[in-house]
């Protein structure tokens, strides 16, 4: 257990349906990270966030979109569900902005676009 | 970020060691190499990372070459439990530039089979 909580574990939806998917850091960590794993793209960043603020971006979509709050839990939002979107998502979360060796990662929502 | 090369896949027999190979020609002099695994139907997890010197931790060891183009990952007597994908990547962690700031990249990994 690596601390790091996303729910719901599954989410079968419809294309063109908007989904939003949770996401709780360890304990203490500033940091979370977003994850997209699908079979063709394998694992890719998608955002960062650090004490509230957004902090890098990756291959992240216009029509995804995360934030992060005072609490420190994430949540990631997918609009405009398209079938390619189909995918596991996982969140990350570490201590230090910077150079932080660990990132500790949830066990994901797998989402199902139909 | 500074490009890995593994084996797409390798295979051992439990108990035995295995030592999975990595590739980074052009590691840069501060890029830390970091390794992390993928059990199925699980998010990836840390392992182990080093620098320039030979790093030991519960989980593994990592070799690192004199000229730091290519590492190895040893796990020293494997079980059904190590079955995972294995992903070498390099981090630098001054992380210059905003869109690469403390993202981990992943390529396709080794996946590890371990036969009873």
């Given amino acids: 257990d690596s601390g790091v909580t996303q729910t719901p574990k599954h989410l079968i939806t419809a294309t063109g349906q908007r989904v939003t998917l949770r996401c709780s850091p360890r304990s203490g960590d500033l940091s979370v990270y977003w994850y997209q794993q699908s079979l063709d793209q394998g694992l890719q960043f998608l955002i960062q966030y650090y004490n509230g603020e957004e902090r890098a971006k990756g291959n992240i979509l216009e029509r995804f979109s995360a934030q992060q709050f005072p609490d420190l839990h994430s949540e990631l939002n997918l609009s405009s569900l398209e079938l390619g979107d189909s995918a596991l998502y996982f969140c990350a979360s570490s201590v230090e902005l910077a150079g932080a060796p660990t990132q500790y990662f949830g066990p994901g929502t797998r989402l199902l676009v139909l | ?116």
């Avoid at chain 2, 079955?83 to 990249?105: E, F």
Wanted: proline content about 6%; hydrophobic content about 30%; charged content about 20%.
């Fill in chain 2, 1 to 116: 970020d500074a490009k890995t090369t593994q084996p797409n896949s390798m295979e051992s027999n439990e108990e035995e060691p295995v030592h999975l190979p990595c590739n980074h020609s052009t590691i840069s002099g501060t890029d830390y190499i970091h390794w992390y695994r993928q059990l199925p139907s699980q998010g990836p997890e840390y392992v182990i990372h080093g620098l320039t010197s030979n790093v030991n931790n519960r989980m593994a060891s990592l070799a690192i070459a004199e000229d730091r183009k290519s590492s190895t990952l040893i796990l020293h007597r494997a079980t059904l439990r190590d079955a995972a994908v294995y992903y070498c990547i390099l981090r630098d962690p001054r992380s210059a530039g905003g869109t690469s700031y403390g993202k981990l990249t992943f390529g396709q990994g080794t996946i590890l089979t371990v036969h009873p």
